[in-house]
């Protein structure tokens, strides 16, 4: 369940955000579009606790995100968000395994989820049966580093970590701007599969309109921010 | 995982950048490290240069230049200070000994030190170590010469060697001294002291060489030197003589020796000589021989009942024939033999009473003595026999070492010698004098330290640069931790400890480089310099500098820790490019 309240942000200043209200509850699948430079990600990131408001109230989950520190909001994250972005997801130096088991060694709550969803396997197991899911069956894949991986198998590395040890909200930023049509269609089924298998709350952010119908609601940043970008642009 | 297996995985994600910076703070500590062993080393042996010396004294001057040039053969050698002060010095009661020392000659660009035999007993350097030798033996011979460890290697002497002294420095237009050849009697061991440059002889050869006429005594009056062109006609018709004559071609002529029981020499010359010594009959006891042109000889035979006889020298020491009249001569014995070019050799059986050596033909060009080395025997030159006779005392010598009986009178003698009556001297205390000495280099050390330190600073702000470069390739990742959870705290101790790891390594690879490089160079230092390198562990200042470079590291590091933390607080997850 995430409240947002009389929301106003500025970058130095200049307003991007302001939200009267927004209520997106439990295991909703929303999809937010708006034209660049409208605040998508600014609003993201208010919502991940990354970047904190000057105005009004965020409650993910219950717990208003003001009353948090910094360092715990950093690990009330860790625990309960799962993060895609448009590309370039993946840490370079790491394995895909150690790429998608990343989130467990900032957040017990995952490990502890991750674990249990392994059936008494451990994390590189429930990695592989994620990968799995998301169509990467190529167990010589795991090996390679990733980036030898193409486009689309980095995002669906990218879509494994966000769900292991299944965090209540996964949050993704364009995530199949880099996708042709045919894999986006896959990458959305499957991520839509993952998504309410767990009951997870999923924040898609896209400019591609064809994605809309998959959800089930839809929101457009442009007509419910209140300062007006399109001047900006 | 832990941030710091990210941090290393990181690192190792960047091998190159990585190990260039590792290397440039090796590199620098090793340089600092090694200027510091280097400066301590050099001062160590500088200090080891003398001990169990109480006293140096010498001529009145600056302490320093007496330091130098007693003990380091460093310098002009001019002031110098009467023999007799010494006498006068090794009769103090407070004295236990007194060693002369008298500077100024070289051999080869190496200093040659003139002595008394007693030098080798009571001079000692680092801890209370006598010189040793590594060959030969050192003997109480007036021609004796006993050489350092250096100057047998580089110039290849060996024992039994005869060498010639150069007045002065050895700069061109020195005098050689070629007529007073000494011969190689012992090598010292290495002591890596100056005494390793050093030639050492005694101060009567010393003396000798330094006469008015350079110690062209000339031969005895039984012996003449003998010319190149010397022909042997007038020894045919000997009769009476029972010499073995092994006279070779082209050679010179002998000496010819005479019934010394008879104390009577007769010289006759040969007309077809051109210079001649002619010695009559010593009925008077009394010969004067003129002198043919320049040298005068003066020699004093013990066993012609304490006549003297002096006799002309003969020109320049080349192209004399001399031919004793042998006729009245019975009863001799005489070997004689000339070699081609060299000294001929006589053994003189019947010269009972006779100390006297044979007589050498004495040549400019002492390479052609070579031949002779083999000699167990030393065969002097006329010149030495006479210097061995005269025993010349020195007038002057440069420094005499001194050993104190307690050394609670070390004060109490310094000041009697500094108020000396008979003539201005200066006594030094060696330790404190190299102090003192050391303390001029204080200022090259200082600015050594500082130009290590630069090279140290040089490196670490490398290591800030690469850390700084690395900072924009690396937002993405940085971005990528922030959105799993990772603190800004977390990517600041990334990069702190980047800067640790790197640094860390550094200064282990630089202090094995340092001790890879002390092993390899040590060998070839003694051998090449004379500097013995000893290898230590790390000294606890070494240490506290280590300590220090790791952490300007880490302090380093703060900044681009800090800009990291800035950059990844305001951009959120956003991944910009
Ligand atoms: N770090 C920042 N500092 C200052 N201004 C920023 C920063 N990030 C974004 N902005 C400004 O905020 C506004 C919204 O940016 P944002 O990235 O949220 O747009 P967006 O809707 O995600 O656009 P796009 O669809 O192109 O990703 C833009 O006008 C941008 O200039
Ligand atoms: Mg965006």
């Known amino acids: 369940m995430i409240k947002i309240n009389d929301l106003c942000f500025s970058w130095k200043n200049t307003p991007v955000i ?93 490990k502890t989820n991750a674990l249990l969803r392994a059936n008494g396997g451990d994390l590189k197991s429930e990695a592989i049966r994620l990968l799995n899911a998301l169509g990467l069956d190529d167990n010589a894949l795991f090996q390679r580093s990733v980036n030898e991986l193409s486009v689309g198998q980095q995002q669906r590395v990218a879509a494994a970590r966000a769900m292991l040890g299944s965090p209540e909200i996964i949050i993704a930023d364009e995530p199949t701007s880099a996708l042709d049509s045919e894999h986006r269609q896959a990458f959305i089924k499957t991520l839509f599969e993952e998504c309410q298998k767990e009951n997870i709350t999923l924040i898609f952010v896209s400019h591609d309109k064809s ?17 007006n970008t399109k001047e900006s642009v | 995982m832990a941030i710091l297996q990210l941090a290393l995985k990181s690192l190792w994600n960047r091998k190159l950048t990585f ?38 004294i010498g001529a ?67 801890n209370q170590q006598q010189l040793t030798t590594q060959q030969g033996k050192i003997i109480d011979d007036m021609f004796a010469v006993v050489i350092g460890a250096d100057v047998a290697k580089k110039l290849n002497y060996k024992i039994g060697q005869r060498i010639v002294m150069t007045h002065g420095g050895g700069e061109i237009g020195g005098h050689d001294h070629d007529n007073i050849p000494y011969f190689v009697s012992a090598i010292l061991a290495p002591s890596f002291t100056a005494i390793d440059q ?34 042997h006609e007038g020894h045919e018709g000997h009769k009476a003589h029972e010499d073995k004559h092994e006279s070779h071609e082209g050679h010179q002529s002998h000496d010819s020796h005479d019934d010394h029981k008879a104390h009577q020499d007769t010289h006759e010359s040969h007309e077809e000589h051109q210079s001649h010594a002619s010695h009559d009959d010593h009925k008077a006891h009394e010969d004067t021989h003129e002198s043919h042109e320049g040298h ?55 010269h009972k009473a006779h100390d006297k050596h044979q007589g050498h033909e004495h040549h400019d060009d002492h390479e052609a003595h070579e031949g002779h080395q083999a000699h167990d025997d030393h065969q002097d030159t006329a010149e030495q026999r006479v210097a061995r006779l005269f025993k010349l005392k020195p007038q002057n010598i440069n420094a005499v070492f001194v050993g104190l009986t307690s050394p609670q009178a070390v004060l109490g003698m310094q000041n009697y010698v500094n108020n000396f009556q008979d003539e201005p001297l200066t006594a030094i205390i060696p330790a404190l004098a190299l102090q003192a000495l050391w303390q001029f280099f204080s200022v090259a050390e200082v600015a ?115 800009l990291i933390y800035k950059t990844s607080l305001s951009d959120g997850m956003s991944i910009k490019f």
């Open chain 1, 211 to 227: 994605l809309k119908h998959h959800f089930d609601h839809c929101i457009n940043l442009q007509e419910i921010n209140n300062v």
């Open chain 2, 296 to 350: 005068q000889a003066h020699d004093s035979h013990d066993d012609h009942k304490a006549h003297e006889d002096t006799h002309e020298s003969h020109e320049g020491h080349l192209a004399h024939a001399s031919h004793d009249g042998h006729d009245d001569h019975k009863a001799h014995e005489d070997t004689h033999k000339s070699h081609e070019g060299h000294q001929s050799h006589d053994n003189h059986d019947d």
């Open chain 2, 198 to 231: 050093t030639l050492i002889i005694s101060l009567e050869a010393m003396e000798a060489m330094h006469t008015d006429n350079h110690g062209h005594f000339g031969a005895l009056p039984n012996e003449q030197t003998i010319s190149s062109e010397a022909e």
């Open chain 2, 19 to 56: 190990f260039i910076t590792l290397f440039s703070i090796a590199i620098s500590v090793t340089l600092l490290l090694g200027v510091q062993t280097l400066k301590n080393e050099t001062k160590t042996s500088f200090m080891k240069s003398i001990s169990g010396t109480d006293l140096i």
């Open chain 2, 448 to 562: 050594l330290n500082i130009v290590t330190v630069f090279v140290v600073l040089v490196g670490l702000l490398g290591m800030l640069s690469i850390i700084l470069m690395s900072l924009n390739e690396r937002r993405r990742e940085m971005a990528i931790l922030r959105s799993v959870g990772a603190h800004p705290g977390h990517i600041f101790s990334l990069i702190i400890g980047e800067a640790a790891a790197v640094c860390f390594s550094g200064i282990v690879v630089g202090v094995m480089l340092l001790y890879v490089l002390l092993f390899v160079l040590q060998a070839p230092l003694a051998q090449h310099f004379g500097f013995y390198l000893d290898i230590n562990m790390l000294s606890s200042n070494d240490l506290l500098i280590l300590a220090v470079i790791q952490l300007c590291a880490l302090t380093i590091a703060i900044i681009p820790g800090l």
């Open chain 2, 60 to 126: 009145r001057g600056a302490s320093s230049q007496l330091l130098l040039s007693s003990v380091f053969h460093i310098g002009n050698t001019v002031n110098t200070i009467k023999y007799d002060t010494y006498l006068t010095m090794n009769e103090s009661p407070a004295v236990e000994w007194a060693v002369p020392i008298s500077l100024g000659d070289s051999h080869k660009g190496y200093t040659v030190m003139a002595t008394a035999l007693n030098f080798f007993e009571h001079f000692s350097y680092a």
């Open chain 1, 18 to 110: 302001n939200i009267d209200r927004l209520h997106i509850p439990v295991g909703q699948h929303l999809f937010i579009e708006g034209p660049s430079g409208s605040g998508k990600s600014t609003l993201l990131n208010l919502l991940a606790g990354v970047l904190a408001p000057q105005q009004g109230e965020i409650s993910v989950l219950g717990q208003p995100l003001s009353e948090l520190s910094g360092s715990q909001k950093d690990s009330f994250r860790a625990d309960n968000i799962g993060f895609i972005f448009q590309q370039f997801n993946l840490i370079p130096y790491l394995s895909v395994i150690d790429n998608i088991t990343l989130p467990c060694s900032f957040s017990k709550k995952r």
